[in-house]
């Protein structure tokens, strides 16, 4: 199994809502990586994790809360989000000096 | 700080021709660095790694150390290279904490 999977597809919800995106890949990766994307932007960083511990913070406001349960899993928890996070959001994983495998990921809208 | 820097949003060329997407950079260590590509409804990809040295589908980049550039080659460019790509740099550190570039599309006419 050479993929990352993102659950759900797509997502919309409210500003009062709290939802989790969902990131799985069982090719033995120690860091996982969430990317933000806007339209017609390159992805940027959000979170690393390396070895299930949160190792890289960009700046990130607290409304994205990020969780490493195990070695193959990783979440995303969203909160009180604003209109302006609505984007497609990547999950990532790589062997710690490998190459980095993306999913599919979450298109988000935020209304 | 690193940055990454695509000078062209896009690249029409007939099928063929050679390609040369370009990327410079700018960091104060040893990056790495890499080419992604994302072909249409399809995810992100890795193309190619400076560490590699490989060709991949035909196109080639070289780190310029010098000159902080690593641009994507290919002397003949085919209908089905039509995509964006982006180039990213990555921390001489390991771990995969990329920064993109802001990409070029490239369209391969017939």
């Known amino acids: 199994d050479t993929e990352v999977t993102q659950t759900p597809k797509h997502l919309v919800m409210g500003m009062t809502n709290k939802k989790s995106l969902k990131c799985e890949q069982h090719m033995g990766h120690r860091a996982m990586y969430w990317y933000k994307q806007k339209a017609k932007k390159p992805p940027e960083l959000m979170f690393v994790y390396s070895y299930e511990k949160l190792s890289i913070n960009e700046s990130v406001p607290s409304r994205f809360s990020p969780e490493c349960p195990n070695s193959s899993l990783l979440n995303l928890h969203l909160h009180a989000l604003q209109p302006e996070d609505s984007a497609l959001y990547l999950c990532?994983?790589?062997?710690?000096?490998?190459?980095?495998?993306f999913g599919q990921g979450t298109r988000l809208t935020v209304v | 700080a690193q940055r990454v820097t695509q000078p062209e949003k896009l690249l029409s060329v007939f099928k063929g021709a050679p390609v040369e997407l370009k990327c410079n950079y700018s960091?104060?260590?040893?990056?790495?660095l890499f080419w992604y590509v994302q072909y249409s409804r399809q995810r992100l990809q890795l193309l190619l790694r400076?560490?590699s040295r490989e060709s991949i589908k035909g196109f080639t980049a070289d780190l310029n150390k010098g000159e902080t550039s690593f641009h994507l080659k290919k002397p003949f460019a085919q209908e089905e290279d039509s995509a964006m790509y982006y180039c990213?740099?990555?921390?001489?550190?390991?771990?995969?904490?990329?920064?993109f570039g802001s990409g070029t599309r490239l369209q391969v006419q017939p």
């Open positions: 400076h560490i």
């Open positions: 990213a740099l990555s921390p001489g550190t390991g771990r995969r904490a990329l920064t």
């Open positions: 960091y104060s260590g040893s990056p790495e």
């Open positions: 990532a994983s790589s062997h710690v000096a490998g190459e980095a495998f």
